[in-house]
């Protein structure tokens, strides 16, 4: 029996609005809220939550000095289609230099890592 439920994932970030937005472009949804906290109600998903963090250090990938944090694994129908969309909507390649493997690794704007996955 779980004693607990998953309610919602945090991002911290220097500006929870634009993060927001970011991946509302990315999955759709809409955003809700200004400030210190903005949330983010994807259709059918699971909601996604930024949160500011003044002296926010992006996590690095790869990184042998420390870990990536968390990362998101989002899956698409169509690799090259979505890279073009992340990276329109400010995403920048991290690793997808093998264009024969199934997913792909790019940073959202505030440097968290996420993987475009078609698997």
């Given amino acids: ?11 911290d970030c220097p500006d929870p609005r634009a993060l927001a937005g970011f991946y509302a ?3 759709g949804g809409t955003v809700e809220g200004d400030g210190e906290w903005v949330d983010l109600k994807v259709p059918g998903g699971q909601q996604l ?3 500011a963090a003044p002296g926010f250090v992006p996590p690095k990938w ?3 000095e420390g870990s990536q944090q968390f990362h998101l694994d989002l899956t ?5 289609a979505a890279e073009a969309g992340v ?3 400010g995403a920048r390649v991290l690793d997808a230099g093998d264009r024969s493997r199934t997913w792909r690794v790019y940073a959202d704007p505030a440097g968290h890592p996420f993987c475009l996955c078609a698997c």
């Fill in 49 to 51: 939550a930024f949160q």
């Fill in 1 to 11: 029996m779980a004693l607990a439920q998953l309610g919602v994932v945090v991002l």
């Fill in 76 to 80: 698409v129908g169509d690799l090259d």
């Fill in 62 to 64: 790869p990184s042998a």
């Fill in 87 to 89: 990276l329109a909507l």
């Fill in 25 to 27: 472009g990315l999955l």
